[in-house]
């Protein structure tokens, strides 16, 4: 019996050891690509700056004022939500609170009368909404850990033109935002209309050179400020898109590592708790063998004594 427990605790060590191999090398996997996910923030931020300065200074000397993109609606009677979640599992609690964030957003919407448009970016968002019914307007998959801007620039068409036509009147963008390697925070915040108050502020420079009564830098504009805005104000929402793509790609690895090494740490409580139980059996096995050599020599020895006693009481009669 102890031998067969035995032999079923090696096997399930086993098991878990060979998990554990895998959690630890998908762990050592996504810390490596964390530092490239947030390489990749930092390098695509100068030209987000620079799309921002551009369209700020555009604002400036009056462009946009009737841009779609730029105007607020009234009435809004139909809410778009992009939700960025991952193409994969295993990265702990990063998909359901980011799902969860976009379900509750919904409902504050339709408490408000108001109609919903979902567009999903990675497979579990997709599968999460298709499972409790609901209507899917676009479903884009595939680049969740490695989101490039020709992704981004595929679902900003979803929603852009869209919003530009009237179909849609505001856009939201649900997404977990990369604090640091320990912390990351589910955010849901407008896309469009683009916030006139949103652009970045004036550079160091130029602030200073406002405060000191220069005037600032005069730019001439080929074709008007108007036309360079209409075809700009696309490219400055696909940025801000592709930003938060990064941003979620970046917390995907940071979820997933941080999952993989509490589950090679779990495995190596396990692995540490069947060892003890498999010794003990072994130690209660290999008692219950002595007790029973023990017991057999005893009863070997009881059982020769009486044997040399009769043979004596035999001869004694013999001889009397």
């Given at each position: 019996m102890a031998g067969g427990q035995e032999r079923i605790l090696r096997r399930r060590i086993r098991s878990v050891q060979a998990t554990k191999k895998i959690t630890r090398a998908m762990e050592l996997i996504a810390a490596s690509r964390i530092v490239k996910a947030q390489a990749r923030v930092h390098a695509a931020q100068p030209y987000a700056d620079g799309i921002t300065d551009v369209v700020r200074h555009l604002q400036e000397v009056g462009g946009g004022a009737s841009n779609p993109l730029l105007t607020p609606r009234e009435n809004v009677r139909r809410v778009a939500q992009v939700v960025i979640a991952a193409d994969r599992g295993l990265c702990g609690a990063y998909n359901s609170l980011v799902l969860r964030a976009a379900e509750a957003a919904m409902r504050d919407h339709d408490a408000q009368g108001r109609e919903y448009a979902l567009v999903t970016v990675g497979r579990k968002a997709e599968g999460y909404f298709r499972f409790r019914k609901y209507r899917i307007d676009e479903a884009f998959a595939g680049f969740s850990d490695n989101p490039a801007y020709e992704d981004a620039r595929r679902v900003a068409g979803?929603?852009?033109?869209?919003?530009?036509?009237?179909?849609?009147?505001?856009?939201?963008?649900?997404?977990?935002?990369?604090?640091?390697?320990?912390?990351?925070?589910?955010?849901?915040?407008?896309?469009?209309?683009?916030d006139r108050e949103g652009f970045a502020p004036r550079r160091a420079d130029e602030q200073a050179a406002a405060e000191s009564g220069q005037p600032p830098a005069d730019y001439e504009f080929d074709p008007n400020p108007d036309a360079i805005?209409?075809?700009?104000?696309?490219?400055?929402?696909?940025?801000?898109?592709?930003?938060?793509?990064?941003n979620a790609a970046a917390s995907e690895h940071a979820a997933r590592q941080r999952a993989m090494?509490?589950?090679?740490?779990?495995?190596?409580?396990?692995?540490?708790?069947?060892?003890?139980?498999?010794?003990?059996?072994?130690?209660?096995s290999i008692t219950t063998e002595i007790m029973e050599i023990v017991g057999g020599a005893e009863a070997l020895r009881q059982s020769g004594g009486e044997h040399v006693a009769a043979h004596e009481a035999e001869y004694f009669d013999k001889t009397a």
């Open positions: 979803a929603v852009v033109g869209r919003f530009e036509r009237g179909e849609l009147d505001l856009v939201q963008l649900v997404y977990t935002r990369f604090v640091t390697p320990g912390r990351q925070e589910v955010v849901v915040r407008p896309l469009l209309p683009l805005l209409e075809a700009l104000l696309p490219r400055y929402a696909e940025a801000r898109l592709f930003a938060a793509l990064l090494k509490a589950a090679t740490d779990n495995a190596e409580d396990l692995i540490r708790g069947l060892s003890r139980v498999m010794n003990r059996a072994r130690q209660d």
